[in-house]
């Protein structure tokens, strides 16, 4: 039997060409150069495997967005637009066409994880996609990647119990909007709170609506909080989560835009929370969700430290295996 590499990263040299247009937008192709070059001079290069991302689908996403979104996305991009609707939301010639790059790495990382061909998955690509709603982008982000990724295991394979944690500083508006609803699915995320950060949402009363009540848990942190704060509710509040609702497969919304020295969020986390978070995830994965774990990259925007950070939440996702 082949032994397969310990983790899947599934990425994209395309993802690069997605331009938003200089001027000290924040959300650079260097992002994911810096990331990469991390990674392949890391001592866990070993264990690596990269795999180029795949387009998604009109039908995978239209799993989590309007029809109406995508003709208008073509249309603003082809028409030669600046931005969709603000100037967060800078477009180029590629955008269109990158956006469903990313899209698609959660698709073929679920399906590698299905084939039994992977043991687990870190996509590393751009646009984001947490803050991006069913018919407009919305922060940097232009389609749901995890939301669609989650809408997908569940209709190609069966998993309705799907989790998604997200640890990004801000709120994921978009994850929970599609999901607030639905009584199978989770959406926990740890953010910077709304009344100091962007977009305003993820306020701890916000809990889902209607069937999905009780599948959303926001916990919101004050700026200035650091590894401890995060480390507790985690221990304290998410792990009893997962533990009674027991879901098929865990998504990680990844963003690394926490970090003490990126100025995107007024939150204190070092270097080494993101080992922490990463060990602690691949092991829920393994007792609650059957190893299914698949991270997607959302936020994280100081080159200085972005590369690191993504590097040590790697060591974490291995570290069981590895012993480290
Ligand atoms: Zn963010």
């Known amino acids: 039997m082949i032994s397969l590499p310990l ?15 200089g001027g000290g937008h924040p959300e650079v192709p260097a992002r994911l150069e810096v990331i990469l070059k991390c990674l392949e001079e890391s001592p866990l290069l070993p264990h690596l495997k990269f795999v180029a991302s795949r387009l998604a689908r009109r039908a995978s996403l239209l799993l989590a967005h309007e029809e109406d979104w995508l003709f208008r996305f073509e249309e603003a991009v082809l028409f030669g637009k600046s931005h969709i609707d603000h100037l967060d939301n800078q477009i180029g010639y590629h955008t269109y066409q990158v956006a469903a790059l990313a899209a698609g790495a959660g698709l073929k990382g679920i399906d590698l994880l299905e084939a039994g061909d992977a043991r687990q998955i870190f996509c590393v690509i751009r646009p984001p996609g947490h803050h991006a709603e069913k018919g407009k982008p919305f922060g940097f982000c232009f389609y749901n990647n995890v939301l669609i990724a989650a809408r997908y295991w569940q209709e190609k394979y069966g998993r309705r119990r799907v989790a998604v944690i997200d640890f990004d500083a801000h709120h994921g508006n978009g994850i929970q909007a599609g999901l607030e609803r639905d009584p199978k699915s989770l959406y926990i995320s740890i953010h910077e709170h709304p009344s100091f950060s962007y977009p305003g949402t993820g306020f701890a009363e916000e809990i889902g609506t209607g069937l ?25 509040r998410v792990e009893p989560f997962l533990e009674e609702w027991r ?42 969700a059957g190893g299914r774990v698949v991270s997607i990259l959302e936020g994280g925007y100081e080159l200085s430290v972005l590369g690191e950070s993504v590097e040590q939440y790697v060591a974490g996702l291995l570290a069981c295996e590895l012993d480290i």
């Open 7 to 21: 983790l899947t990263v599934i990425t994209d040299f395309d993802c690069l060409k997605h331009d938003t247009g």
């Open 212 to 236: 999905g009540k009780g599948t959303i848990l926001n916990l919101p942190l004050s700026p200035g909080a650091g590894d401890d704060q995060f480390l507790a509710v985690m221990r304290e």
């Open 247 to 288: 879901p098929d497969c865990l998504l990680v919304a990844a963003g690394f835009d926490g970090h003490r020295a990126d100025d995107m969020s007024g939150l204190g986390y070092s270097t080494a929370l993101f080992y922490q978070i990463g060990k602690q995830v691949s092991s829920w994965g393994k007792r609650f």
